[in-house]
């Protein structure tokens, strides 16, 4: 374990306090995660899912990626026992009256299929509400299998499986965070808990890795969109909502699924910077303002700049933005950049940023290369 995995839980693992009353989350438990600047990669949004657990008695495996933060109701009771909003297994018993302990080998898992391939960068167990059923230890295990395999051909002994989260303890009624520094690009992760509980909810913060061939079939698509490789660097204010938002897969479906800001009181103005999926040449774009209907943007310009150290150039000049509208530009020259910049005025928010293009012959290069240094 690193110095970092050590310091990012240490603060906050062991016993919770068994629930008093009130607010469940008063004496809840977590920290700064520096690496939840990254994209969840097992967002549901992006296409993630809980594919097969070894057993899910009292909870369903499927809440572990619930987008929410786990709810608690201390009346909420069925035929199987305390009815809890996360992946909860029975307890594991020995093998006999003499052994009546589980052995240290048991241990229940899940498999979690990500939404996009890429690099995990962090990891965060919460184990919210969850005082005296949590798991001594969890271990999270990753790999890299093409197409979509069943769980019978992910648990076949032929699969490699790396480690990201060596065998660990864990607190209650905590997020347990773990920096990861593993260099590899993962498609499935093994989520382990030793030797038995439950978990409220995971989530996989990294950078996305697209499969460059997917993207050379495609031809167009959309070169800042997260779930092709693109990613948002920095933002002048997150106050309300993640910019992430503005490259999630499909349309805004309520308001605080795009990126708002607070109010200024200045004469400035609010902005996202990001990096598209390699070196791309963009023909058309789109602003979306969905749900935005009293806080959206009143007017937007894009740029972009080719390479860390190229110049911004204006792409789409101060435009007038209208409430809740899907804006769309066809560009009268194609512009070829790495990055790009959505600055609004003077704030408010936009709900989705799409730019769409086809990546140049040194983009496609740069990105087949790096897909096959992290193993892809």
């Known amino acids: 374990m690193t110095a970092l995995h050590q310091s990012s839980w240490a603060s906050f693992t062991g016993d919770a306090n068994p629930y008093g009353g009130g607010d469940p989350y008063a004496d809840y ?50 035929h199987k026992g305390k009815i809890m909003d996360g992946w909860e297994t029975r307890r594991r018993r020995g093998a006999s009256a003499d052994h009546p302990w589980p052995t240290e080998d048991d241990h229940d898992w899940a498999l979690i299929r990500l939404g996009a391939p890429g690099v995990v960068r962090g990891i965060v167990v919460d184990t919210a509400h969850f005082r005296g059923n949590y798991p001594q230890a969890v271990s999270v295990e990753g790999t890299s299998v093409a197409g979509s395999p069943s769980p019978e051909e992910l648990l076949a002994d032929d699969v490699k499986w790396t480690t990201l989260v060596p065998r660990t303890a864990v607190g209650g009624h905590a997020a347990n965070g773990f920096a990861v520094d593993v260099e590899q690009r993962f498609t499935h992760l093994r989520v382990n808990q030793h030797p038995d509980g439950g978990i409220a909810r995971l989530r996989v913060y990294g950078e996305v890795v697209p499969d460059p061939k997917w993207l050379a079939a495609l031809g167009t698509f959309d070169v800042v969109a997260l779930e092709n490789g693109g990613r948002v660097e920095d933002a002048s204010n997150l106050f309300y909502s993640p910019a992430t938002n503005t490259i999630q897969p499909g349309r805004s479906r309520k308001m605080d699924d795009g990126w708002e800001t607070r109010r200024r009181r200045d004469r400035g103005n609010d902005w996202i910077r990001y990096r598209l999926a390699a070196q791309s040449e963009i023909r058309a774009l789109e602003i979306d303002t969905a749900y935005l209907k009293g806080n959206s943007a009143g007017w937007a310009s894009v740029s972009v700049k080719d390479g860390e150290n190229g110049e911004w150039t204006e792409i789409l000049p101060r435009t007038r933005l209208q409430p809740d509208t899907n804006h769309r530009f066809v560009l009268p020259t194609p512009a070829v950049g790495t990055h790009a910049r959505v600055d609004i005025f003077p704030d408010g928010g936009i709900s989705r940023l799409r730019l769409f293009g086809t990546l140049t012959q040194e983009g496609a290069t740069h990105l087949t290369a790096h897909h096959q240094e992290l193993g892809g």
Do not use: K, S
């Open 29 to 78: 438990r977590t920290a700064d995660f520096p690496f939840t600047q990254h994209a969840n990669l097992a967002d549901r949004q992006l296409g993630a899912g809980v594919i097969a657990a070894n057993d899910e008695f009292f909870a369903q495996r499927e809440n572990l990626l619930v987008p929410e933060r786990a709810e608690f109701d201390p009346e909420h009771f069925g």
